[in-house]
């Protein structure tokens, strides 16, 4: 599942592919986008802002795509067999050696690169952003602390609160905060919620298979999201909830024993 840390690794793959290099192919297979040609186009580089992804190009201008629950950017050298079918492509950019091939993207827009900004400023602070520091630290307390009575979880997955954090590593967050998803933002150190999920995603932000227990084996990489075996902590059950309303729906992982506070309906 695409969260910050996916888009982050995209970013560093997509540079090492395309930057610096002229493209031969430049294909946006979008309706509001179908007729644009970035043949000829130099790459610049490759940024990631929480879950957006900006491709930039030369003469000021950027690609910015969004993975979605679905989607990924995947780079083959030339002539390379592509892993999923091409009615999925939405984006093929391509040099004399290498194809990036961006397969079920979402939101995609171009924008002048000087105004990337006006297409993310309403998100929290990126925390993977390198130049991270106190000030954004204070701004994401500040941000998941301004609405006391909402959900931990769901508060955590607001890109407005902070940039990054998705359903995978929500429920890891709620199990090492040691309270359940539902509990109200009140009732949490905030502070310690924000170290974490800096501290998660930049742990994982090279690496394939997320970790959050340190334990690399397959089966216990992660202490709660999807787990169909009992805690690793506790040895409880591992049940699971909905959180969320309509399409904000989310399936959120938790052990009843490690993670006391209000509970839903199982």
Not at 77 to 86: L, M, Y
Not at 161 to 184: D, H, Q, Y
Request: some cysteine.
């Amino acid at each position: 599942m695409p969260e910050g840390d996916t888009v982050y690794r995209t970013a560093v793959k997509l540079t090492e592919a395309l930057a610096g290099e002229t493209l031969v192919v430049g294909e946006l297979r979008h309706p509001r986008l179908s007729t644009v040609d970035l043949r000829g186009r130099v790459v610049t580089g490759v940024r990631s802002v929480g879950k957006h992804l900006f491709v930039r190009f030369d003469r000021n201008l950027s690609l910015r795509s969004h993975l979605g629950m679905d989607g990924s950017w995947q780079v083959y050298v030339q002539g390379g067999r592509w892993r999923r079918p091409a009615f999925q492509v939405r984006a093929l950019l391509a040099t004399d050696s290498r194809q990036a091939v961006g397969f079920s993207l979402h939101e995609m827009a171009l924008v002048a690169t000087d105004e990337e900004d006006r297409l993310v400023g309403h998100l929290g602070p990126d925390l993977l952003a390198a130049d991270w520091g106190p000030g954004h630290f204070r701004d994401a307390v500040a941000r998941l602390t301004a609405q006391p009575d909402r959900e931990i979880g769901l508060a955590l997955l607001d890109q407005r609160v902070m940039a990054g954090v998705g359903n995978v590593f929500k429920a890891e967050i709620c199990f090492l905060l040691g309270v359940s998803p539902w509990t109200p933002v009140s009732d949490v150190d905030a502070e310690r919620a924000v170290s974490l999920s800096r501290e998660l995603l930049e742990d994982n932000k090279m690496r394939v298979d997320r970790v959050t227990t340190g334990d690399m084996r397959r089966d216990r990489r992660l202490w709660v999201y999807g787990r169909r075996t009992p805690c690793l902590r506790c040895g409880g059950r591992v049940v699971a909830g909905a959180q969320g309303a309509d399409s904000r729906e989310r399936v959120a992982y938790f052990c009843p024993v490690c993670q006391p506070g209000v509970k839903p309906a199982v």
